[in-house]
Each structure stands twice: as C-alpha cells, then as structure tokens.
C-alpha cells in the first residue's frame, strides 16, 4: 500500500509499526451544529482508507474524538468556544450541564449521518469533556519541559523553543505575524497557542485556574492516551495542516521527545459554487437537505468517491443527479443480472486493488469496475463493495418475474437463431414492462429501469 504523506510531501510505501497492525486516529466533529457534506467528504475518504487496511488484512484500532469543548470560533484560538456560542444561538442557559445536553444532541446526530454513510464506525468515541484530565496532564509535561507558559488569559505553547514546528506546514522559518487579529502582548511569540484558556463561570479547575483546555491539546492527548506516544496514521482535512495538526505534532513531540504519527493522510475541499464550502462562510448543505431533495446518502458517497481525497470536489445537485443515476444502475446491475455468471474476475480483482493500494484512487477504482461490468459476478461485485461501501450486501433479491424471464429467455432465443427483428419486437415489449435488456459478448441481462 502507498499513500501520500503530508510530512514527507511525497507517497511512501505504509510500513506499520508492529506487524499488519495500524493505528489510526481521525480528527471528529465539533458538536456544535450538524455536519455539512464537506465535513462528510472527509469521514468517507478516511472510511475508505479504513476499509483499504482492513482488505490488505490489516488489524485496526481507529479512535475518533468528539469536541464538545474548547474548540473556538477561529481555528487560531481567536473567538468564544464554538460550543458557548451554540449554546446562545439556541437560547440555551451558558451551563456545563445545557452545554453536555448540546453535545450529545449533535453526537448522536452525527453518528447518524456516517451511518446512513455506511461508513465503519470508531472502535473509541472520545469525547474532548471526558478526557479533561489527560489534558492537563499533557500540559504540566510540556510545563515541566518548559514549552509552556501563563498569561493573564491562558496557557501557551512557546512555538519558537519546538525547533521543527511547522515541518507538517512547510513552514520554512517563524515570522512575527499573529494566527489572529488580536494581538496578546503578553505571548512570547504571536504564532504561540493556547494550551489552556482561563473561564472564571464555565469550565474545570486546574492548576493554572479555572477553564477550557485548548481545542489541540484535546487531540494530542486522546491519541496518545488509546494508540500511544507513537502511532501510524493520523487523518483529516486540509485546513488542518497548518494549525491544528502542526500544534498536534509540536504538543506531543514537545512532551515526550518522540516522533508522534508516521504517516498524514489529508483529504481536499468539497466546494460550493466556486467556494470551500463550510459553516463560517455559510455556505453548506446537510445531509437532511439532500435527503429532502430526492437523494440518498449513498448518492453523495458515489460522487465523493468519483474524485480522488487529495484534489477539491465540485459539488452540484446536477452532479449529484448524475451519482444517483450511476448508483442506482450499480444496485440494478448486482441485484436484476439476467445471467449471473459462476466465476469471478480475477483480473478485475486485481486491477481493482492496485488502484486503491494506489494512495486510495477510488477514481480509476471505479473506472475498472465500469471497464468489467459485464464480466462480474455478484461475488466480484460484494468483494469491491468492500472498499467502495456502496451497500450491495444489503440489497435485499427480489429477483426477475416468472413473464418476464421467460419473454428475456424467447428473446435471447430468436437472437442465438438470428431472427433480429423477432428479438428486437421483444425488446421493446420488455421495455413497456419495465425491464432494459442489455446485450454482451457473455449474453443479454435484464436491468429494471431507473
């Protein structure tokens, strides 16, 4: 297997560090408001990387967190908590209390989401609330390391004393900008980050005062606490690159002097009229949305995986339509094959694999599998639908009508005997009934139409 690793800016050969065993940790959602679909984009593109391991007979241990805290209005510790914020827009009193009940509402309506997704599920849900006290911990090793120091309004990170902060970014040298628009004259650096933000009326006493822990110690802390000081893959999105993931990595290679995760694997941008398309910008679809329009979750994971992770997605509900159409004469062709023959594809097989092993190239995954339509079996079909997570398994075998069987077998007979307008006149005839007859170099099939 071959993925493109952020770190080295290149693909590299995945080497696990102990034997078909990977441990994978994947940035979750802020539960502050449900998920958009370029949200979503990135949990199929890592629930394809998943399902690529576990093909290639990989063991996994995959932790998810959940943010329910900490987390600001900007990426770079500028604003109020994300969560405090949801909590006014549902006039909602400013409580721990209201702000868990918050939470949990948008947890369990994401996990929803990644369900109708038929995206696997983490082994560890770990919600940032619940693991407070690791946190802190991580904070007083990096205290006692001397990488973090108090301000009137917080605990910082002190980027410039962490020699490769930024090697994630390509951040050649430290400038004198701020990551935001208000200065803090008490940071030793402007780049610095929060480890910890003071909060007098919400929040959990630590040593440094009453507060929220910051929204990338929460990260750092969770993934070490379940995969270890070292581990193999750490997932997200792009705009994670510079900030978060590059405070990840300097919170727990500060800490424990060792590399943090081998391999970074980033997924690229859902876009929306020419725009990222994300909540500060207002501008974003929901699942629910598209599920009123006429869609199916399942819709939306074909045209995610009709673009490679790394590059940006056009989204359209023109696009969508055309997903629909492809996934539905998927479902018709697995589950209405007139002729279903017994030996499966191996060359499909093969060719199929190569392109996911292929720094997930679900693209030409796809183009082989249209290439070998007419040559599958349900086997080779379900055997792709492994990596793919189209949901063949549960298309339930209605199976063809006895009349219309035998008008397909008449058919197929006048065309083994040549009569051609015969079996044209049949065609047409199954056609007003429904059923599209599709004629191969291995025989016709019946496809019930769209």
Not at 223 to 242: K, N, Q, R, T, V
Not at 254 to 274: D, I, M, P, Q, S
């Amino acid at each position: 297997m071959k993925f493109y690793n952020t770190l080295a800016g290149k693909k590299e050969k995945f080497k696990p560090l102990k034997k078909k065993f990977a441990g994978l940790y994947t940035c979750g959602p802020t539960v502050y408001d449900y998920a958009h679909l370029g949200n979503l984009r990135t949990y199929i593109f890592e629930d394809v990387l998943k399902r690529a391991l576990i093909l290639n007979g990989y063991r996994i241990k995959h932790v998810m967190n959940i943010t329910d805290v900490g987390h600001l209005t900007s990426d770079a510790d500028e604003g109020e908590d994300k969560m405090t914020k949801a909590l006014r827009r549902e006039e909602k009193p400013l409580t721990m209390e209201a702000m868990k009940e918050l939470a949990y509402f948008y947890a369990e309506k994401f996990k929803k989401d990644i369900a109708e997704l038929n995206i696997l599920p983490p082994d560890i849900w770990c919600f940032a609330s619940e693991h407070v006290k690791a946190q802190i911990n991580l904070i007083k090793r990096l205290e006692n390391n001397d990488y973090a120091y108090s301000t009137n309004d917080g605990v910082y990170f002190n980027v410039v004393k962490f020699k490769d902060y930024g090697k994630l970014a390509r951040l050649r040298r430290l400038d004198n900008k701020s990551r935001t628009r208000v200065i803090n004259p008490e940071k030793k650096n402007p780049r610095d980050f929060a480890l910890w933000k003071f909060n007098e009326k919400l929040g959990w006493e630590s040593p440094w005062g009453k507060g929220f822990p910051g929204w990338h110690i929460e990260c750092s802390a969770m993934a070490m606490e379940y995969l270890g000081e070292s581990f193999d893959i750490h997932c997200g999105g792009i705009d994670h690159i510079p900030v978060h993931h590059t405070n990840e990595i300097a919170q727990a290679e500060a800490a424990t002097g060792k590399k943090f995760v081998n391999y970074w694997l980033h997924g690229n941008f859902l876009t929306l009229k020419g725009a990222r398309m994300g909540k500060s910008k207002g501008n974003f679809l929901n699942l629910a949305e598209i599920k009123k329009k006429g869609f199916h979750p399942l819709d939306f994971r074909y045209l995610a995986l009709t673009a490679h992770y790394r590059s940006p997605l056009l989204f359209s509900l023109e696009a969508l339509k055309a997903a629909k159409i492809a996934r539905q004469r998927l479902n018709n062709l697995f589950e209405f094959s007139f002729k279903l023959l017994k030996n499966q594809n191996s060359k499909f097989r093969e060719a199929f694999f190569n392109a996911v092993n292929d720094d997930l190239n679900t693209p030409r995954a796809l183009a082989v599998l249209w290439k070998n339509i007419n040559s599958l079996n349900s086997r080779d079909f379900l055997w792709a639908d492994r990596i793919l997570g189209l949901g063949f398994d549960k298309i339930k075998k209605i199976g063809i009508p006895a009349e219309i069987a035998a008008l397909a077998e008449k058919r197929e007979k006048f065309r083994r005997e040549k009569k051609w307008k015969e079996a044209d006149k049949l065609r047409k005839e199954l056609a007003s009934l429904g059923w599209l007859t599709e004629d191969t170099p291995t025989g016709s099939r019946l496809i019930r139409k769209i």
